[in-house]
């Protein structure tokens, strides 16, 4: 990694979109005598704002959500006085051959949780099926969209009354069939319009329309896919085109979005537009470069290849704004290599570097959560560890546990450090004792945030044991941390996978070859026990991770993540076990004992009840095993150097208060009983 003059910015394109629902307009003719639906994205109060404007000039329209249309209508209409008595709803659901058959189903959630007076049944309807997708598949048809067999995608409803009541209608679910980013059919969530005339019942329109919100993102893609070719097409000619293509340094997609967010009344659940967007760009475009990069380096597997940092900056624009607006720009690669220098378009760098002694560490401002409030910076017991009630930055993380190991334990304590790409400092601390030493490590994937202080509370209680033995790093990507912790200032619940992999694009557990960076930490661990490779100290890794405390949809890609097919909506705190050949019963004995343990925490169990519960209420039966009440995944794998690695898994992209409380001490208590129980089955 080279220090050099910064390449300087490049701006890819600048563009303002109108907004549909303010600029909506139609011919005179289609509008006398006629009933008028159109499906946008956009929000509730907009679309009830801009319905009022044509109904006052003598217009009948009704403006709907085109995303999650099946909860936004019904909302809508439960909230109608005369249906305040409906006891029951039976759902029938769409299907379709393209997709998942729990597709549409999973488009209803969280809809039962919502009215929990009201008991709901769904019931799958017949596919949609088309002899024409078949036929679009086989010929590999280079036509971008395919406007096929999406008409008859409604819901049907039929809702029962306390007097025995009943009535029934539909709810139509837009959608379009067009080939993605790479190349593959999907079922897409679109703009659409219908036009009914009032007196013979004829449609007389009734097709997509494009909406600000698809526009923008196929700008992206195409302005993103040239540079894709022209990048790669360079590094080819210069002969540089090796087994990582980095496509620039970091790309920036800023983009202002107007829409009003929903906050539903279920856990950490909220229905998003700029979060959808921010997840559907980042991941897209990740597809898209490792999809364009195959022909140059043949198949790779998508968390080894490095392409770049893509960070989508999605901003709030005024409620009233009448224009979307798209701003792109990269900062470029100097031969294929990353140059530290001032990187960030949008982020600041923090390169702070932690001295090896720990009370110069400690005598940092590390405990702040409110930021008017001074706190003695040498008065531990003043620190209320498990009432942290929030992501914090890594410098205090960092300066925390130093403080933690300096006053709780009079045991050696060897500090080892490594860097991440952006330079960054990445802190660890090896504690040498008689027990069998355990590896501990958080932020891995750095927008999930209760690890990092599940596991310095661990850590404080494990110290309390002469016989501790033990290393910790609990922020392993720093880069992704620091970014995470600039998303979260304009949107503090959103999920950010921006902030998930490295700088390079990466995740840093698959990193195969030098220069190793955020990875290093791990070696540096071991360098620090003073052991070797050959005599690997560690043979259990506890690896603290997360993931979305509410629904993570791809409306333009198909609504399921692709690739994260089970990760689409929360199921509770669950553990996955890996383990070698050889460590097989060691590994089912831990998950026991572990998960006995857990079951001890009777809000944590009542927890997971409820999240399995509605969870395979929308996507059906778990594929995990269930031990003791928690959801586990148990495998054979010999990838890792740590023979046994316990994996936790706690819904927290983003949390805050009691739910943040509850997540890192779950967390917290995983390591408390792994370790513990480790001592036992190990020996």
Known sequence: MSQMSPPLKTILL????????????????????KKIEVWVFDDIDTQREMEKKWRDIGIDISFMSAYKPLVHQLMNVLRQAENKAIRAINIYYPRHELVSEKRFLLECYPIASCYPDITFTFIPQKNVLSDQIVAAQEENIEKAEFELSTYELNYLIEAHFLDNTHKQWSIFAPNRIKREHTGELCLSQCGWIKITDKKTGKIEKNAPIDTEFELVFDEIIKTIRSEAKQTLQRLQQKGQLAKRPLFFQQLAITIELPYQELKLNVDEEVISLQEALHEEVYFSLLELLQYEAKPYIGDSADRTLQVGQIIPFIKKAKASAEFITLRIESLPCVDNEIKISDLSIGQSVDNHILENDLESNFKRNIFNNSPAEEHNSLDISAMKLSMLSGPMPQTKIDSLLAAILHFNTSKAVI??????????????????????????SGAQHANETTGPVGAIRAVEQLLLEPTCHLAITPIENPDGYNLHQELIQDFPWHIHHAARYTALGDDLEYRDSAPFYEKAIRYQALKASGATQQSHPFKLHINLHGYPSHEWTRPLTGYIPKGFELWTIPKGFFLIIRHHKEFKSLAEELIQAVTADLNNNSELKAYNQRQIARYEMYAGELPFRIINGFSCLISEDQRHDIPVTLITEYPDETIYDEAFIAGHTAQMQTVIAAYKHWQTIFK
Request: charged share 25%; no cysteine.
């Open 415 to 440: 500090p080892y450090v490594a860097k991440s790409v952006l330079g960054r400092t990445i802190q660890g601390y090896y504690v040498s004792g008689e027990d069998s030493a355990v590896l501990i």
């Open 14 to 33: 600048e563009k303002k979109y109108a907004r549909l629902l303010k600029h909506f307009s139609l011919a005179t003719q289609e509008v006398e005598n």
